[in-house]
């Protein structure tokens, strides 16, 4: 079987294919290394910044018969939601709700 010679136009296009293909080979490449990279200081072991503990105040003071759905820390202040909805605000150190805010009807 004889070889056909290209045309020019063949010729820029294949040339155009080879250096996509090697452009995308090479962002795989980088990007598998990155990868690696990321995985190994992120998995190495190595201790992260110590944080600042949560500290839990000893108790809170809900009103007779409620039960606590959920409870979220503020910069200032906790926040309770008892099961049927009304919403109680504590100081950092617990104890009474200073504002509480009755459930939606």
Do not use: Y
Request: no cysteine.
């Amino acid at each position: 079987m004889e070889e056909q010679e290209l045309s020019p136009e063949d010729a820029r296009t294949l040339r155009f294919l080879r250096i996509l293909v090697f452009v995308l080979t090479a962002t795989m490449i980088a990007g598998m290394a990155l990868l690696i990279v990321l995985f190994w200081l992120r998995f190495s072991g190595r201790e992260a910044a110590p944080t600042e503990m949560l500290s839990l105040p000893q108790a809170f003071e809900l009103p007779a018969g409620e039960t606590p759905a959920a409870v979220t820390r503020a910069k200032e202040f906790w926040v309770v939601v008892a099961d049927d909805g009304t919403v109680h605000f504590f100081a950092p150190e617990g104890g009474a709700p200073i504002r509480s805010l009755d459930a939606p009807e």
